[in-house]
Antibody, heavy 123, light 113 residues
Framework: QVHLVQSGAEVKKPGASVKVSCKASGYTFNSHDINWVRQATGQGLEWMGWLNPANGNAGYAQKFQGRVTFTRDTSTSTAYMELSSLKSEDAGVYYCARSDCTNSRCEYHFDFWGQGTLVTVSS | DIVMTQSPDSLAVSLGERATINCKSSQSVLYNSNNRDYLAWYQKKPGQPPKLLIY???TRQSGVPDRFSGSGSGTDFTLTISSLQAEDVGVYYCQQYYSPPWTFGQGTKVEIK
């Protein structure tokens, strides 16, 4: 069955960077886009962007442009999200989520999610 | 960006009773070329990731109980839980995937009365 397993909780200082991993199993990694969604502390869900694991192409929500980078390692079926210049408002839980894709066509509702990674930003 | 607005923010329903959550988008999420509404619903429980319940506004995800149903088109949508069970307590979110950035509603908290 499909699993997305994320890396553990992180504590970072303001201005630092954080890198979260998302290891996929149970399906063909290259066949489904990986999205990143965050829930800042006390807030709702916010989509950050997508990654195409097959070619490494990524798209970012404007709010995060220039501060976030998505990468992947196809040899380990792992996607990564790196967020830089952390602020206190970036504290929260970060999720990877799989797009529902069929025959190379992806729809951006999210059928499987990682368990979430808590990021704490504190001096 | 398409703004998704849910109502109410919270509701308390007795076990076995109906729960209704509304979601309104700031512009239509109906794609005329395929007559599909690009609207999904998720359930989120504390300490767990969101779970996809409904997509295309009314298609139930595999394994989701049939007491969950979605309706609506264009800009106005509804998630209905026909007979609330204790395990349905949580926060429910709508999401549009018609136009990036994909956006979520603010969430509706469902509790037992």
């Amino acid at each position: 069955q499909v699993h997305l397993v994320q890396s553990g909780a992180e504590v970072k200082k303001p201005g630092a960077s954080v890198k979260v991993s998302c290891k996929a199993s149970g399906y063909t990694f290259n066949s489904h886009d990986i999205n990143w969604v965050r829930q800042a502390t006390g807030q709702g869900l916010e989509w950050m962007g997508w990654l195409n694991p097959a070619n490494g192409n990524a798209g970012y929500a404007q709010k995060f442009q220039g501060r976030v980078t998505f990468t992947r390692d196809t040899s380990t079926s792992t996607a990564y999200m790196e967020l830089s210049s952390l602020k206190s408002e970036d504290a929260g839980v970060y999720y990877c989520a799989r797009s529902d894709c069929t025959n190379s066509r992806c729809e951006y509702h999210f059928d499987f999610w990682g368990q979430g990674t808590l990021v704490t930003v504190s001096s | 960006d398409i703004v998704m607005t849910q109502s109410p923010d919270s509701l308390a329903v007795s076990l076995g009773e109906r729960a209704t959550i509304n979601c309104k988008s700031s512009q239509s999420v109906l794609y005329n070329s395929n007559n599909r509404d690009y609207l999904a619903w998720y359930q989120k429980k504390p300490g767990q990731p969101p779970k996809l319940l409904i997509y295309w506004a009314s298609t139930r995800q595999s394994g989701v109980p049939d007491r969950f149903s979605g309706s609506g088109s264009g800009t106005d949508f509804t998630l209905t839980i026909s007979s609330l069970q204790a395990e349905d307590v949580g926060v429910y979110y709508c999401q549009q995937y018609y136009s990036p950035p994909w956006t979520f509603g603010q969430g509706t908290k469902v509790e037992i009365k």
